[in-house]
């Protein structure tokens, strides 16, 4: 007897593609729910909403995270009554497990999977999560792991309590990047390199930073200013104009940041980690 299907409810690019993914992997039916008629949905309205519930044995709710709390609701009440030998799952890492309370309300056992990368747009099979880490919290978590690494992915278990703590540091390796890129980008463009030339000379380094970080740890791989200690080209940095307001608090921030690692190195004596403080803490234009 083959698995229960798995319905995917008001999917996002995300719940799209791990949906599929979790249906290649387990070898489950797929069913697309959506709220209106759209290429690739199976079931559409209140009344296709109730036939998908029926049928599925794993729910995945996965509308955008503002809208989560209201379908889950809204879905669990259409929900076979008894769904004690079935599954309901949400894909946020922001969002507590207790907005698919509904669910656990009818005898569903609830869980989190948090796929952790971008879904710029939707993809199909199993490729989705092939080398993705995924974030599980709740219920099921060996049935749930099983099918991650079935998809190629690799499972990471996240205690419900550190949710958000988990998530920041999530949203500051995926999403911050992108802002201190942005300013680098902008950097090397104000100093006469084109559009093009200023993308991959920031992307070339941060590629080879983030390398260095992996393969031997954040203070090892630490170079520049502030790593050996040149207070003079630190403050000329700093006395550069700034390309949009707050550029300069946000390199005065991400110094102090840099410094702090530098200091865990050890290569920097105490004249020098003092002189570097009061100078990333005064008043210098920026």
Request: hydrophobic share 50%; net charge neutral; glycine share 10%.
């Amino acid at each position: 007897m083959s698995p229960g299907p798995i319905a995917v409810l008001a999917p996002s690019r995300a719940g799209l593609s791990v949906g599929a993914a979790l249906a290649a992997a387990t070898a489950r039916p797929r069913i697309v729910w959506s709220r209106g008629p759209r290429a690739g949905v199976d079931e559409v309205g209140e009344e296709g909403l109730r036939r998908a519930l029926e049928r599925a044995a794993w729910v995945v709710v996965a509308p955008r995270d503002d809208a989560l709390r209201e379908l889950s609701a809204r879905a669990a009440s259409l929900a076979p009554p008894d769904g004690s030998e079935r599954l309901a799952l949400h894909l946020s890492g922001a969002a507590g497990i207790d907005v698919l309370d509904p669910f656990a309300a009818r005898g569903y056992r609830v869980a989190v999977l948090h796929p952790l990368r971008p879904f710029p747009a939707a993809e199909s099979g199993s490729e989705a999560l092939r080398g993705v880490f995924c974030g599980l919290r709740g219920a099921a978590t060996e049935e749930l792991a099983a099918a991650c690494r079935a998809a190629g992915a690799r499972p990471l278990l996240v205690a419900e309590e550190e949710r958000v703590r988990y998530h920041r540091g999530a949203a500051v390796a995926s999403n911050a990047i992108v802002a201190l890129l942005d300013l680098a980008r902008r950097d090397l463009e104000r100093a006469g390199l084109d559009a093009d030339d200023a993308r991959a000379v920031a992307g070339s380094l941060a590629e080879r930073a983030v390398g260095d970080v992996l393969r031997v740890g954040a203070e090892a791989a630490l170079t520049g200013p502030l790593a050996r200690g040149d207070e003079r080209v630190v403050a000329a940095h700093l006395a550069v104009g700034e390309d949009l307001p707050g550029d300069g608090a946000l390199l005065r921030a991400l110094f102090r940041a840099t410094l702090r690692v530098a200091e865990r190195s050890g290569g920097l004596d105490e004249s020098t980690r003092n002189a570097l403080r009061h100078l990333l803490e005064s008043d210098l234009p920026a």
